[in-house]
């Protein structure tokens, strides 16, 4: 048990050592102040370029809301069907893939709506889910100097937007104030790739894809269309109608077939000024697209300004349904243990996994030998007291008082000759004088207390109390002169073990 406490309290320490070690060591990371060059966007942040106040303003409103850290694939699975508004706030810290983007617009294209909100969309071209090309344009740069906390720096010689028309989107909304360099959008019609081929339509087959255009049209109905793309675009403006049916008999009607991809209506200018486009949308599919050109109008720093908390309550919340910001191209994805992700920056990992190193080091060492195998120590566990105590009991029980009294006085005429410089076998008489001239001892005393020793040795009847006094009268003759006979004894029987 000693020698289990001695490690235990040895691995103690040494776990003690390695604590102190690694806090002594640890240097804590410097948080980098925001700049507008390398914004924080995300909704965890709570510094002047990210959004948390935005978030967590939506979510002690009532609004359902939530930090998206999956993959956007999830959004195809049953996690996703309960999202209805995917946001993605400023150029993220993970670029988007090719797969990622695919899975989006297909996505978008089954009914969600994706709100996009930054200044540059060259990592995500939007364009790609529309027959217009949307192109962003951006007239100051921000300095690294700048302070994205100070509106007067972000906001100077700035005027406030107004919105270009009553929409859902600019409802309750009487200007909008941006920062210097919010970016303007300006759009262009894409010119279709289109072949014409004549083709029989049958009569009963009248529908199209959901994300296709028609692939049947009279001429009436491309004048039609072509009347309403000179009108100006509003909000409520949906997918073309479908063809009218073709009549049995009729001729057979000019189709126009473009490539496969999706349609979009044309795209609806909510806040705009004298620069182009600041927030404007379009139908993608079932879904909806909205494109916001400055983040700052969101960030914790912007979004007091002028009506910027409201426009961006419209454009989240313009549809019922769960609101999921993007956090996983933010860097804030679930991609390890949550435990490891609490302990991440902190000295306990190290600390944990030196400790984990320490007992499979420890387990190790007892494992291997290190020499030949030997016997454990045989240690006599019996008190040298024992026999002593077996004895006398058995002396006391058979009633051997002269036995008892013969160990004793045997021992001590041999100390007591000793003593007196003669031998062992000399007469009493001779022993006791030859004591009594060394010591104050009276002969006569020492030469009865013999004779009465030698008298019960040989066979004189004596009870239990006569053999006690005879013993004490021993032992306090050997105190008197010093002999000490229990001592030698002691450190004799010591010596021999």
């Known amino acids: 048990m000693r020698q289990r406490l001695t490690i235990i309290l040895t691995f103690v320490v040494i776990v003690g050592v390695l604590v102190v070690i690694n806090t002594v060591t640890y240097v804590k ?40 850290r999956e993959a956007p694939e999830k959004l195809l699975s049953d996690t996703g069907t309960s999202v209805s508004t995917f946001v993605v706030i400023g150029s993220t810290k993970l670029p988007f893939s090719e797969d990622q983007a695919k899975v989006l617009r297909e996505w978008i294209a089954r009914g969600g709506v994706f709100v996009l909100i930054d200044r540059d969309f060259t990592y995500y071209d939007p364009s790609g889910m529309s027959h217009w090309v949307f192109t962003s344009r951006t007239f100051d740069f921000p300095a690294i100097d700048i302070n994205p906390g100070d509106a007067t720096q972000m906001t100077e010689n700035v005027n406030a937007v107004a919105p270009v028309q009553p929409t859902r989107l600019t409802h309750n909304v009487a200007s909008v104030m941006p920062s210097r360099y919010a970016a303007r959008f300006t759009i262009t019609a894409m010119e279709p790739k289109a072949t014409a081929d004549t083709t029989t339509a049958p009569a009963t087959s009248t529908a199209t894809p959901e994300l296709a255009p028609p692939e049947a049209a009279t001429p009436e109905a491309t004048d039609t269309e072509a009347d309403a793309e000179d009108d100006p675009p509003t909000f409520e403006e949906e997918d073309a109608p479908p063809p009218p049916e073709a009549g049995v008999g009729e001729a057979p009607p000019t189709v126009i077939r473009r490539e496969a991809e999706p349609v979009s209506s044309a795209p609806v200018v909510h806040l705009a000024d004298k620069n182009g486009a600041l927030l404007l949308d379009y139908v993608y599919g079932r879904g909806r697209v909205i494109l916001l050109s400055d ?46 992700s609490y302990f991440s920056g902190t000295p306990v990992l190290a600390i944990a996994a030196q400790i984990v190193i320490l007992v499979l080091l420890v387990l190790w060492t007892n494992a291997r030998r290190f020499g030949r195998p030997l016997p454990l120590p045989h240690v006599d566990r019996r008190s040298s007291l024992e026999f002593v105590a077996s004895m006398a009991e058995l002396q006391e029980r058979s009633r051997a008082y002269d036995l008892a009294i013969e160990n004793i006085y045997s021992r001590t005429r041999r100390v007591l000759a000793r003593y007196a410089g003669v031998n062992y076998n000399s007469s009493r008489s001779e022993i006791a004088q030859r004591v009594a001239a060394r010591s104050t001892i009276d002969a006569h005393q020492l030469e009865t207390l013999m004779r009465e020793c030698e008298e019960t040795i040989n066979g004189e009847p004596i009870n239990w109390r006569h053999a006690v006094d005879l013993v004490k009268r021993l032992r306090e003759l050997e105190r008197k002169l010093g002999l000490r006979m229990r001592s030698r004894d002691a450190r004799q029987a010591a010596e021999n073990i």
């Open 29 to 68: 990371d410097e948080k980098l102040a925001d700049t507008e060059i390398n914004p924080n966007r995300s909704t965890y942040h709570s510094g002047p370029t990210g959004a948390r106040a935005l978030h967590d303003f939506l979510s002690e409103s009532g609004y359902k809301v939530m930090r998206w």
């Open 295 to 340: 983040p700052y109008i969101v960030t914790n720093a912007g979004i007091r300004a002028n009506d910027n908390l409201q426009l961006a309550i419209n454009v989240l919340t313009s549809y019922d349904g769960l609101i999921a910001f993007d956090e996983y191209h933010q860097g804030r994805g679930i991609t390890r243990n949550a435990f490891a």
